[in-house]
């Protein structure tokens, strides 16, 4: 899906008050065109209706030449592509001390082999970073920063763009108006916070140069974080002690109390982050039938309906200054949202892969917890089946599939109470499966099975080997039991 913000289509050349830039990287200032002299009914209209002399959006041109771009037709399917880059921006390089964090998702690591380098933060975005990080760094006499111990929040207050607009001069800059969020927890925690790999307190040592950006429901949101040095730790290279955290590891994370643990927003991939908020809608939708290509298109559409709304205020605003136009003044036309230069927004939303990596990486992070929870499942009922059409979606290997079926035995209420991938089959694919749910239901104290559902009776003796609770209690019908048992007659004599 080709997902474009609705002003990327004005045209240049009839745009009155601003124009989009045709490149990406194009900023340069655009200015009102000379208007022609106003007639004295349209001087007139004018004074009473300003907005209707400065249209932003030129009248649709009933004569110009429709264009018919076959490949529109593919517009309408799904892509989940995503919208530009996931690249956390950089100042400058101070990670080489750093821990490498082993619980950091791997969406967006094949960015490790140093082929995407970091983009240089946009300087709309260092500069409030940089107001942010110096008004944090005046502690209070329990070390804690303005934010916490004044507003007693995570989060920066944020203007809204209603006031914003109400400013002297307003650029589009002013209006992306970056969320940010504080993530201290050493000043949080009194008794401090033990280094993960010597129980050492850990102490503060400077803020991470590498603000965090994570994606949100409609917008993307910075984590401004502190690195963290053990004093006791050795660094391998260096053999000094350098060793430093950065107050985002999971490892971090893991020994803070949960309360304060579960206030961190995000959960983070190699270089950016999704947060909680948004991590719940994805495991919701993908539980309820939503795949992840449509679930990052459905994204795409939100982050650019936020930005069109932006857009939107500022053509607003601009068409309002009706003077201007005589006056010669210029003013910037709005970044599209993807422009990657010094003043763009650098606007991201992830594809259709990294949302999916982020999601298996939150299913293998519990896996222990759901073969738990499965495992402790009732199984007076159950069902066999194969389906053959998840395996075409795993990888194969010189052209074969590796297995061939997924086996699924649902119990009484319908929930799966295993699913194995088999390679063939045969009975002895799933012999231990079946043998782990007798174990679980002895474990558990469970009835144990009684009826078996299957669409191949050649199973019949192999699940009765399995769970001989199947044959208790059971009368098996006799084959010719609808037939009279034959008598002999009493005239008829027997010899022997
Ligand atoms: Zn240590």
Known sequence: MNVASIFQFSAQDTCRASSVPSSPSATAPTSFPDPLPPSSHETELSANMSFISHNIIPPEDLQCPVELDDEDDGNLEISGDGL?????????????????????????????????????????????????????????????????????????????????????VVSPQNLYNPKFTLWDPES??????????????????????????????????????????????????????????????????????????TKFPARLSHRSGISTTLAGWMWSCFQN?????????????????????????????????????????????????????????????????????????????????????????????????HSHKITKHITKVNGEEVFTALLTVTNQLGKIRSCNLVATKSHAQFEEALKGILHSLKLYSHILLYLFFTDNMADKQFLEHCFLSLLESVVPVEKYQNLEPLVVPDNVLIFI
């Open 289 to 385: 039938g939503m795949g992840a290509k449509q679930f990052s298109d459905a994204l795409c559409v939100q982050h650019l309906l936020k930005y069109d709304e932006l857009h939107l205020q500022y053509l607003d605003l601009l068409a309002r200054c009706t003077l201007d136009g005589w006056s010669g003044q210029k003013y910037e036309a709005f970044p599209l949202f993807e422009n990657r230069g010094p003043q763009g927004l650098h606007g991201f939303v992830p594809g259709a892969i990294w949302i999916q990596d982020m999601y298996d990486c939150y299913i293998e992070e519990h896996k222990s917890k759901f073969n738990q929870h499965t495992a402790m499942l009732s199984a007076e009922i159950c069902a066999l089946d």
């Open 188 to 261: 949080l925690c009194p008794n401090g916070i033990p280094c993960p790999n010597c129980c050492t307190w850990l102490c503060r040592l400077c803020h991470i140069s590498h603000p965090r950006r994570c994606v949100s429901i409609n917008e993307t949101f910075i984590i401004i974080g502190y690195r963290y040095r053990c004093p006791k730790c050795l660094h391998p290279v260096s053999g000094k002690n350098t060793v430093t955290f950065r107050n985002w590891d999971t490892r971090i994370l893991a020994v803070l109390p949960s309360e304060l643990a």
């Open 84 to 168: 530009g880059d996931e690249d956390e921006f950089s100042i400058e390089g101070d990670e080489a001390d750093d821990e490498r964090d082993p619980g950091e998702e791997d969406a967006g690591m094949q960015d490790m082999t140093g082929l995407h380098p970091r983009r240089p933060m946009p300087l709309w975005l260092r500069d409030a970073f940089k107001l942010k990080v110096t008004k944090s760094a005046q502690r209070n006499k329990k070390g804690l920063p303005p934010l916490y111990a004044n507003h007693q929040t995570f989060w920066f207050p944020q203007p809204s763009t209603f006031f914003i607009l109400q400013w002297k």
